[in-house]
């Protein structure tokens, strides 16, 4: 339960800190952030994603504190297994791809725009957990 107090405030911390609004589809992905976070998420592989899509909208000048970017970034947060399994930079890397991928998502699916996260995180880990197991070792291994 600690776990997903936590991670709710983390979010809300994020949207604070990029001075985003607190509306509906962003208190519903910090609910959906904070329900799955017993799932593998903590503050520890969350914050290298956050941190790449930080940097990801800070290099293509996107506006940091719209609804859709706080969306991508708290839905990347999907992405965190990564982090916790490979390590700080594969999370980071994570998150760039995932909004470079995520606005890009919607002729595929009909302009749904609710599904571009969701299927974008998928893209992203199915593209680079191959990779980081057949090239790299786990941190589990190394040590």
């Given at each position: 339960?600690?776990?997903?107090?936590?991670?709710?405030l983390?979010?809300?911390?994020?949207?604070?800190?990029?001075?985003?609004?607190?509306?509906?589809?962003?208190?519903?992905?910090?609910?959906?952030?904070?329900?799955f976070?017993?799932?593998?998420?903590?503050?520890?592989?969350?914050?290298?994603?956050?941190?790449?899509?930080?940097i990801?909208?800070?290099?293509?000048?996107?506006d940091?504190?719209?609804?859709?970017?706080?969306?991508?970034a708290?839905?990347?947060?999907?992405?965190?297994?990564?982090?916790?399994?490979?390590?700080?930079?594969?999370?980071?890397?994570?998150?760039?791809?995932?909004?470079?991928?995520?606005?890009?998502?919607?002729?595929?699916?009909?302009g749904?725009?609710?599904?571009?996260?969701?299927?974008?995180?998928?893209?992203?880990?199915?593209?680079?957990?191959?990779?980081?197991?057949?090239?790299?070792?786990?941190?589990?291994?190394?040590?």
């Amino acid at each position: 339960y600690i776990n997903i107090g936590v991670m709710g405030l983390i979010c809300i911390a994020y949207v604070i800190i990029v001075g985003g609004n607190f509306n509906g589809p962003v208190l519903a992905a910090i609910l959906t952030a904070a329900g799955f976070s017993p799932s593998g998420k903590n503050p520890k592989n969350v914050f290298p994603v956050l941190l790449g899509v930080y940097i990801t909208t800070i290099l293509n000048s996107f506006d940091v504190a719209s609804t859709s970017i706080i969306l991508a970034a708290i839905f990347a947060m999907t992405l965190a297994p990564i982090a916790g399994v490979y390590g700080f930079i594969p999370g980071v890397i994570a998150g760039i791809l995932h909004l470079c991928i995520s606005p890009n998502l919607s002729n595929i699916h009909a302009g749904l725009h609710l599904y571009n996260n969701g299927f974008s995180g998928g893209i992203v880990a199915m593209v680079m957990a191959p990779i980081l197991e057949t090239f790299f070792h786990k941190k589990e291994d190394i040590i």
